[in-house]
């Protein structure tokens, strides 16, 4: 494959992964404000889903195109741009992680609410305050490695 075929397909990815994880937080974030219980379930089964689909091929597809452009280039991990970009998807992916078991265990818990007609029980809405808050860290994260990647210096190369 050519760099410039692998940087295409990094690029694709890359808006796949960040635009899904911004949509899925937003219609989540959403749904729970609504206080609608069946809208909150649905909603958190197509964000389960969506992670399945979309987000969890791209983060594997991730480190590995860019690694492999990395060495295609010869450029060495130890280069500051690439160093703080593997730092900060790490970081973004040990917030990922939890989430999904956070939005597993919501998705759950709405599904039970639905099915016996109940409110949603306040270990629910704890849980939800974790979601977002970290997803904080892991927005962030994922702004400013994408931002690394658009304006990284790669000397003697049209980057």
Known sequence: MTYLSLKTL????MVLLFGTGLGSAFYK????????????????RHVVLADWIFTTPTVLFQPISGLWMVHLLGIPLTTPWIATSLSLY???GACWLPVVWLQIRMQKIA????TQATEL????????RQWFWLGVPAFIS???VV????FKHIPGAGS
Do not use: C, E, K
Request: no cysteine; glycine share 4%; charged share 5%.
């Open 142 to 144: 994922m702004v400013v």
């Open 147 to 150: 931002g690394l990647m658009a």
């Open 10 to 13: 990094h690029i694709l990815s």
């Open 90 to 92: 790490f970081l973004a």
């Open 29 to 44: 974030w959403m749904a729970d404000r609504s206080g609608n219980v069946p809208h909150i379930a649905i909603t958190n």
């Open 111 to 114: 599904n039970d609410a639905v």
């Open 121 to 128: 029980p306040a270990i629910y809405w704890q849980l939800a």
